[in-house]
């Protein structure tokens, strides 16, 4: 934002700087008494949120704000000897300013009068550089700050987060010295530099200042270039900076879908390592290293290039992207490596279990553009893995175009095969088109997709087209169709076209190949210098004209937008059960029955009710007590109403986890397993959805995901991949998630093993966002988006507020302390643009600060004993309601469910009031809650929670008071 310049006098104005300078001089001397000259640590990059401190004209400088050093941010922006105060100060923009002291810009604290080392300003006297406060340059109403923040269509807010004023944006200037919201100048870049590490402020605005790859990609997501200067190996062990690195490989199996790839953006990127006339291959041996396969998400140029192999059978996965690879990419081997990087324009399909036809298939149009490098093979589709990996598709009425205008594809033959189609499906269109290029290995245009168990469900129905104009080939054969022993199913309806122009063959003939069932038109140019023989297609026919009418199909910008969950046309069968049906169920499931009739008969929680009541002393909250819980239903089981064996084979899950997508509401649940032997195999994860909003009868779903529903043969699989691997990757577990938009967020954590450490705590590899643009039919688990274990961020639970997502934390377990991070709502997939909660000023202001320093600062919001969060706003209330399990509450040292309320996301919290004993209701844990799911205006709440000595989740009922 540009400030409007004042109309001082340039005298009037040079006094107030002597007199700043001046001021500033003595609060250095005073603050420099007693303490050490020099400290060696570096600096903390704050944002100050203040919703109960607004800045006032009486302290432009205070003392009782200071920016301390107890909790750094970040070792990446130290002070230098020529502007130790750095441009970044927090003076807001935002914040309320009374028009008794406006804010100008006329007389900041230059550079000529710098702080020396000798002098560093202390954390008693932060001297702010950039709008000492006068009375003489009022502040414009261009950004002013309300507490009515209206909330747009693109980005619907909830309930549970009303618009506060606590977020002012402070300010700094860009390259051309105009104020800009610090928060853009950090983290939005139409040029960001990249290396290994990052290096200085790591703000990715230079060389010297190079934030890493993820970082810089993250800044660029807009659209925009990003300059790799140095070195950079692409690990999953290192995907956001050097202290990543301590998990070890085997926290990331290869099982996994991607380990590392470039996420997706809202434009198109280039990544490169020459910009501006510097070629930083030649200056700073720039190149991009490969250690495991990569994956794109996104739109994205590669040019300017050096790309290594680092590890032998490598594949690059485009995933039905625009991406182009520019004229100046060289490829090699790192020495000892046996192959090339593949390139496979679709995406990678591994076992059912974890895949579903949807996500491996192409639902828009899209080209992939071939100019450079060195490659293993190129395919138009997909790579299976196994028998049991899905097929996908080209979907009916989408054109997929891959067109090659250079170079050098490497493979011989066998499994390493060039082919147009990929090993899936084609409904709609994919085309090839090779101008140029060094090919060692035959052509297919419809290559083997192999075989799912004995069932072939892939098939060729639409339009397959291999062009050749160019290209060096040193084998003779194109093929029409593979010849292979397996079935490769053609619709009668199939257009299968190869049309040759020109290129170089072998002794100067091209031996075109069909199959004596295959519906193939092959094309040849008259007059070209090339002698084509085709055998066992249905025509073969020379025609120029007819060959020049044969181009790459036309690009429609069109994609899906899909607005409800994939609907089933089969119902569920509901209903509680009966007499029949309870004989019916395993020993197991009976016992388990029992229990809970047990639990609603008991009704033993009154002993606790004092424990109910919320400690409050000063009075400061509106949460008067807990007055009751009320048991409503089983959510999952079979002897619930939703019989979830007999519709989805889950006989027990944990969970619940929602998401208000409006008409409905996602449920995500983890670990679902057996009940005596039913309702196997288990699974990870699942996700369910309702348009039942009325919990006071219970919740009925609609469908899962990925589910046929049927009696006993329904299957709800995950949407979350995992690994299966004790100890490297046992499961992903969902733990809270949002919309914002079209997209959903879902929040997991990646369980190293289940083993348990000490009680209940076990190891999380990180904490995760999983990201869905379809309404939930596939999920991106980007690489950047990952809080390593040591943070604390290994079970995440998001909420909305304004125009931020808070984002609640605490490790792997139900005995840690509870953490928090947030980060704008348009920012939610750049990990660079992530704040965390660091301290809290004396008045309890809440202060944020960035970088690897702050987010493992121990600073947490309620103390260690928090296990399996949940956070809304109640509007009866008016305040912020927390629910989690602890093992203790007050002097309850025995499991319980506890409420805590706080007048912000990020404010001050409550003492805990008891919800409900684990000596009255058993072992239950976990509490989910959502603004949806209330009646009374919010005095009362559902609750769902999980329940161990049953393993599945029930729906509960909670009646609050307010004073």
Known sequence: MIRSANSCSRSLGAFRVCLIIAFAACLLVVSSCGKNPIDPRPPVTTVLVTTEAPVTTEAPVTTETPVTTEAPVTTETPVTTETPVTTEAPVTTEAPVTTEAPVTTEAPVTTEAPVTTEAPVTTEAPVTTEAPVTTEAPVTTEAPVTTEAPVTTETPVTTEAPVT???????????????????????????????AKGSGKKDGSSPADAATLAEALGMTKHGGTVVICGPVTLDPRDTISAARVAQTSADFPAAERFSCFFPSNKGTVTITS??????????????????????????????GLNIIAGASDLVIYLGYNNITVGSDVICSRASGIANDIALVC??????????????????????????????????????????????GTIDKNVNFSVIINGGTFTATGGKDHNSVTGMNGVEGSVYMEINGGTFASPIYAVCRSGSKKDDITTLISGTVTLKINGGTFKDRNVYAVQPTSDKIPLSPGSRITVCITGGSFPSGSAYVQGTDDTECNVIIQNGISLSVIASNVNAKTYDTALCNSIVAPEIKNSTLTYTTPPLSDKKPTTGPITAAEEKRLTDEAKENLQSIRNMINKNGAEKYASYRKLDDPTGQYNLKAVESVKFISMLTAEYSDNK???????????????????????????????????????????????????????????????????????????????????GAEASKIPTGGIKIGDTLYFCYMSVRGWKLNDGPIWPCNYGGIAISRDMGRSWELPSDLRWPEESNFG?????????????????????????????????????????????????????????????????????????????????????????????????????????????????????????????????????????????????????????????????????????
Request: hydrophobic share 35%; aromatic share 14%; charged share 20%.
């Open 165 to 195: 004023t606590e977020a002012p944006v402070t300010t700094a200037p860009n390259d051309e010295g105009i104020d800009l919201p610090v928060d853009e100048f950090i983290y939005k870049r139409d040029v960001s530099f990249a290396s």
């Open 274 to 303: 020459v910009y501006d006339g510097v070629d930083y291959r030649k200056t700073a041996g720039a190149k991009l290293t490969l250690v495991t396969e990569v994956g794109f998400y996104g739109d994205y140029v590669l040019d």
């Open 346 to 391: 679709g995406v990678k399909g591994r076992n059912s279990a974890y895949d579903n036809v949807f996500e491996c298939s192409c639902h828009k149009d899209a080209v992939v553009t071939v100019n450079s490098g060195t490659w293993r093979y190129i395919r138009g589709g997909n790579r299976r893995t196994q028998t049991l990996s899905v097929f």
């Open 644 to 726: 979830t064996i007999t519709n989805y084979n889950i006989a027990g899950a944990g969970g619940g986890y929602m998401i208000d997508c409006g008409e409905y509401v996602l449920l995500a649940f983890g670990d679902n397993n057996s009940e005596g032997g039913l309702g196997a195999p288990w699974r990870a994860n699942s996700l369910g959805y309702t348009t039942d909003t009325d919990y006071t009868d219970g919740i009925i779903f609609d469908g899962f995901y990925r589910s046929d529903m049927g009696e006993n043969g329904g299957y709800a699989e995950e949407f979350l991949a995992s690994a299966y691997a004790e």
């Open 795 to 963: 079970q995440l639970y998001p909420v909305i507020n304004g125009d931020y997502v808070y984002i609640y934390g605490v490790p792997g377990g139900r005995r840690g302390a509870l953490k928090l991070m947030r980060v704008p709502i348009d920012e939610i997939e750049n990990f660079y643009a992530y704040e965390y909660l660091i301290g809290r000023e004396k008045d309890g202001t809440p202060i944020y600060g960035r970088g690897y320093d702050a987010m493992m600062t121990d600073y947490a919001i309620v103390e260690s004993g928090v296990g399996g969060v949940g956070v809304m706003y109640n509007e009866y209330l008016e305040e912020w309601v927390m629910m989690y399990c602890t093992p203790f509450a007050g002097d309850i040292n025995f499991g319980s469910i506890v409420m805590r309320v706080a007048k912000s996301p990020d404010g001050v919290w409550s003492e805990p009031a008891l919800i409900m004993s684990q000596a009255s209701f058993g072992s239950v844990y976990e509490p989910r809650i959502n603004p949806k799911f209330v009646t009374d205006g919010g005095r009362k709440m559902m609750m769902i929670c999980s329940r161990s000595n049953v393993y599945n989740s029930l729906v509960f009922e909670i009646e609050i008071s307010k004073k």
